[in-house]
């Protein structure tokens, strides 16, 4: 290993690398030829690595991958000029036969060979680079001389012409990262993978192959406005410069600003101060009741004769007066709150309401994938988050490795800590959001195959704007107080996680003005309904271990049921054709064998009756 400089990367090539990773029967996961090279200078057919890309021959070909022919991995890596910015990697593996191979090398000792063809690249675009590396590994091997290696300079050169830095901004950056499919895989706890990303936690995604665990995890990165495209500088930032902690001056002013918020300007902001504006207060009250014994006692002085007194009414005329009073202070209908709006927010651009967010920086890392000899790395002191994708069962097997770990193929979600499980909970407000979500998506896919994603409503696009609307208003009602009644929609429990997080700490410390201008709140706040109440039960016994439980046991029971009920159905029918065939003969029997016949109906029947009873 030695320590390189700035390498290849430039701001002019949106590829730096591209690379053959093979496997040695002796010397495992090795480089075996990079163009151009990855030391400078030096050769290409070196496998010799820059210390801070000494993993990735692990990466490119993952763990397990002797299971597949064929598997893509998405992965980070350090840029060598600067730890603080990251480099892409995309590889395309293919397993072949070893007889298919034209020239046979010494090393070839077993009866398949696996190799990846391996793109480093400066620019997030995982789709577009995935698509054309499939063809062009596919082709390589097809040729089955791995020494011809001028297909791989011509690749070189051909990523670079068609790539560019304007692909981040339009639709070719989500190529393969369907968030329609995304939805539809995890239903409900897409919103909770979605919510559970800003709490910046130790998140493992547990799948096999490689291609569908990072493409998951991509995806749910694709939902976050801007994340993808320019949110994941420090993402492969394994040991970062000390970040400075708040000045304590700015966390006194901060807290200043909180006071008063609380003490003077709180129903400016809550939704209770327009039901505190009419109903009356216990000093209203009071005087309103005195001055209705004044007048009452007035009218009956002047019933009664005598003469009202300072503070009584001079005439009966006036008790008139005393109802104009209790209409005074009748409480008049209040307009309804406004509500988020998603126009309003759809009219702003990312740098009006300060996104991308900075998520991942300061120790907080994201790796579509990691290979084994990133276990100890992760347990680093100045790493305190991160998502990463694992193959390896030794990630789950740490159980002190992670706060969560999501085992896709398994459909289970393992909370280590009961506190973010709690965090972690929908609200009404957000079953409401991800259910109508889910039925929009759901419904343009049974348009048929030919419509699917064919409309804005329903598609990507769609779905992404829909998370884009309810992350600014997650982030706008949550620079109120923490006691506010709109932290319920939102879950408090979670909202107070989300407040202690580093990005969350640095983001409100200075808000943008323009996300500070709208109007905070859910978008599905409303009255709870009958369809809330279904809502959370079908969550509840869909999403949640208790509730699975339950279903299975349920359809345990009812197939046990559905199975006693077939059988008596037979044993009945049986009975009856049995019947009514020996009524048929019975018109030509004898006495004594229409007396066997009853008799054997009689059986029949009591048979019948006895496997009933059995069931």
């Given amino acids: 290993m030695v320590e390189a400089g700035c390498g290849n990367y430039s701001p002019i090539s949106p590829v730096m ?6 496997f040695h029967h002796k010397k495992g996961c090795q480089v075996e030829y990079a163009h151009p090279p990855l030391i400078p200078g030096g050769d290409s057919t070196s496998s010799e690595l820059p210390s801070q890309w000494r993993n990735l021959p692990s990466l490119a070909l993952p763990d397990g991958s002797h299971n597949w022919d064929s598997d893509t991995v998405y992965f980070h890596l350090p840029a060598l000029h600067n730890p603080r910015k990251t480099v892409f990697g995309i590889s395309c593996y293919r397993q072949i036969d070893a007889e298919k ?51 791989i300079k011509e690749t070189y050169s051909n990523l670079n012409s068609c790539l560019s ?32 990303v800003l709490l910046e936690r130790k998140v493992l995604f547990f799948k096999s192959p490689v291609r569908e665990l990072s493409g998951h995890i991509l995806t749910l990165l694709s939902l976050f406005p801007g994340l993808l495209e320019a949110g994941l ?73 005598g003469k009202p007194g300072p503070s009584q009414s001079p005439s009966v005329g006036d008790l008139s007066q005393v109802a104009e009073v209790g209409e005074e202070v009748i409480p008049t209908p209040v307009e309804e709150p406004e509500l988020p709006s998603f126009t309003k927010v759809s009219a702003l651009t990312l740098s009006d309401l300060g996104l991308p967010m900075r998520v991942y920086t300061a120790g907080n890392l994201c790796h579509p994938y990691l290979s ?17 994708g694992a193959t390896n069962a030794l990630f789950k097997a740490k159980k002190d490795l992670s706060d969560v770990v999501i085992d896709i193929d398994e459909d289970t979600m393992v909370f280590r800590d009961p506190e973010l499980r709690r965090a972690l909970a929908l609200t009404t407000e957000d079953l409401r959001f991800i ?14 195959e030919f419509m699917e994603g064919v409309g ?44 202690e997080t580093r990005f969350h700490t640095q983001w409100r410390a200075d808000p943008p003005i323009d996300l500070v201008g709208l109007v905070p709140g859910h978008p599905c706040q409303g009255a709870v309904g009958v369809a809330d109440v279904k809502l959370r039960l079908s969550h509840t016994m869909t999403n949640t271990d208790g509730g699975k439980k339950v279903t299975a046991a349920m359809a ?21 054709g049995g019947f009514k065939a020996g009524e048929r003969g019975s018109k030509e029997s004898s006495p004594v064998e229409e007396k066997a016949g009853e008799i054997t109906k009689g059986e029949e029947a009591a048979d019948a009756v006895e496997k009933i009873d059995e069931l």
């Fill in 372 to 388: 084994l000899p990133y276990l100890d790395i992760l347990t680093q002191p100045s790493i305190h988050g991160y998502v990463i």
């Fill in 233 to 305: 500088d420090e993402a492969a930032c394994i040991v970062p410069v000390d970040t400075p902690n708040p000045s304590p001056l700015h966390s006194l002013v901060e807290q200043e600003q909180v006071d008063e918020v609380d003490t003077t300007s709180v129903r400016s902001v809550s939704p209770t101060s327009s039901v505190h504006s009419y109903i009356p207060t216990s000093d209203s009250i009071s005087n309103l009741s005195s001055k209705v014994k004044d007048r009452l006692s007035g009218a009956m002085g002047y019933i009664a004769g």
């Fill in 435 to 448: 259910d109508t979500v889910i039925r929009v998506v759901g419904s343009d896919e049974q348009r048929g």
């Fill in 165 to 196: 830095d304007d692909m981040l901004h339009t639709q070719q950056l989500y190529v393969g990262l369907s968030a329609r499919d995304f939805i539809l895989h995890f239903k409900q706890r897409a919103l909770v993978l979605f919510k559970l």
């Fill in 556 to 576: 345990s029971t009812g197939r046990a049921v559905a199975g006693g009920i077939g059988a008596a159905k037979g044993a009945f029918s049986s009975w009856f």
């Fill in 101 to 151: 191979i034209k020239n046979k090398t010494s090393d070839i000792t077993r009866g398949t060979v696996q190799k990846s063809v391996c793109v480093l690249s400066r620019l997030p675009l995982y789709g577009q680079i995935q698509v054309k590396m499939s063809l062009i590994t596919q082709a390589y091997f097809e040729e089955g001389d791995f020494n011809n290696v001028e297909l």
């Fill in 17 to 22: 690398h591209v690379v053959v990773v093979g």
């Fill in 456 to 499: 804005w409503e329903g598609g990507d696009e769609w779905v992404r704007a829909q998370f884009r609307f309810y992350l600014v208003c997650l982030l706008r009602t949550s620079l109120l107080p923490q006691d506010t009644a709109e932290m319920h929609l939102y879950n408090s429990h979670y909202t107070a996680q989300l407040r």
